[in-house]
């Protein structure tokens, strides 16, 4: 039972490390004017060998579920790596699971961990979109992206809703990811508002119960 555990969090980790790979070479071509073809296939490499671990992780795990229904509720990560490349990297999200155990011994608990889970996702999409928008609009001629750094901006201000029209997508894939980035920001400023809501709630009932 115990080597059967430690084979699984030995091939959580190379998962992990397979996404930092696989974030490095997903970035490389934004960070550089052009990308000769030893590079490319060796970035081509790098992407399937992470994508064959991650699709056999996910049909491995779901065959050997006992609630089908139930796995593809709780690993929609791991779904998402499959189905969506670019999405591979968040796998590095459980990295961060070890500061949630940490998290969830003090008195913010549940609430704090599910915020810094919130936070890092959307810095992570953030990242992403703003590396995928450089590679799509940098050879339009019209575009105003040319750089990593006008994609990772673009993206910044994207995702918090503060556009200031300087940086702009001109292709139908930039355009995409500007729609989900949109979402993103949408998403997280909610659940920024329950969270802050929610805690005025909990101060109030705390006061109340205290002057009775």
Do not use: H
């Not at 397979?18 to 970035?27: H, K, T």
């Not at 990295?95 to 915020?115: E, H, P």
């Not at 989900?180 to 909990?202: C, D, N, Q, R, Y």
Request: hydrophobic letters at 50%.
């Amino acid at each position: 039972m115990n080597e059967m555990r430690s084979l699984k969090k030995l091939w959580s980790w190379n998962l992990s490390f397979l996404a930092v790979l696989y974030l490095i070479g997903f970035s490389y071509p934004a960070f550089v004017t052009s990308v000769n073809k030893q590079t490319q296939s060796n970035l081509d490499l790098i992407q399937w060998v992470s994508w064959g671990c991650f699709a056999a992780d996910l049909v491995v795990n779901f065959t050997i579920s006992k609630d089908k229904k139930s796995f593809l509720k709780k690993n929609p990560l791991l779904v998402l790596s499959v189905l969506l490349p670019f999405l591979r990297p968040l796998r590095l999200l459980r990295l961060f699971s070890f500061g949630t155990l940490m998290l969830d011994r003090v008195n913010m608990a549940k609430s704090a961990a599910i915020s810094l889970k919130v936070l890092v996702t959307a810095l992570f999409l953030t990242y992403l979109g703003g590396i995928e928008v450089t590679v799509a609009e940098r050879a339009e001629v019209s575009g105003s992206i040319k750089s990593a750094g006008d994609g990772l901006w673009w993206a910044l201000t994207t995702v918090t809703n503060t556009s200031y029209g300087d940086f702009y997508p001109v292709t139908g894939e930039g355009r995409m990811i500007a729609m989900g980035l949109m979402f993103t920001g949408i998403g997280v400023l909610a659940f920024a508002s329950a969270t802050i809501a929610a805690w005025f709630v909990k101060l109030g009932s705390t006061n109340d119960n205290s002057n009775v």
